[in-house]
């Protein structure tokens, strides 16, 4: 597995050793020996999500305040852009965001780290994105980030108007959020 560097350090992308012939191929989604060893960070999932959209819906941009959680995520099948928003307010990056492409063909990895947003737009027909979680699910503690606050500025690749759920529409700015410290 390659480590890729992103403009925010503690965001990182993964490109996986894929061992493929003409009956088609395999690789490792996950090993906690390799990503220790490779960040340096030790972390323990407790939860495996996996949703399923359709073209132009962006999802996002969500953190939860009390119970933060890590997400290493990655498309199963189809396309997004995934972006990461800094949301600690002592760091050098506090505001800035980071995005890349994961598709079921590059089947790249993004660790988006505790403390950050996360948000991402559907680029094919359909996507199944499937993500791991740091800590549970708390309905009750979730954040929702506007995701086209002009302060973040994110670039989304959009392909017309995006779908957003009733949820996102109410997203806040970025200086009406609660931020870590």
Known sequence: MKVIPTEIPDVLLFEPTVHGDARGFFM???NARD????????????QDNHSRSAKGVLRGCHYQRQHPQGK???????AVFDVAIDMRRSSPTCGKWVGAELTEENKKTFWVPE????G???????ADFVYKTTDFYAPG?????????????IAWPLQGEPLLSPKDLL?????????FD
């Open 35 to 46: 990503f220790e060893s490779l960040t340096g960070l030790k972390r323990s999932f407790v």
């Open 72 to 78: 290493l995520v990655r498309v199963v099948r189809g």
């Open 171 to 179: 997203g806040l700015p970025f200086d009406r959020m609660d931020l």
């Open 141 to 153: 503690d979730e954040c929702c980030l506007m995701w086209n606050d002009p302060t973040v500025g």
């Open 115 to 118: 403390g950050f947003a996360h």
């Open 28 to 30: 490792e989604t996950f």
């Open 120 to 126: 991402f737009y559907v680029l094919s027909e359909t």
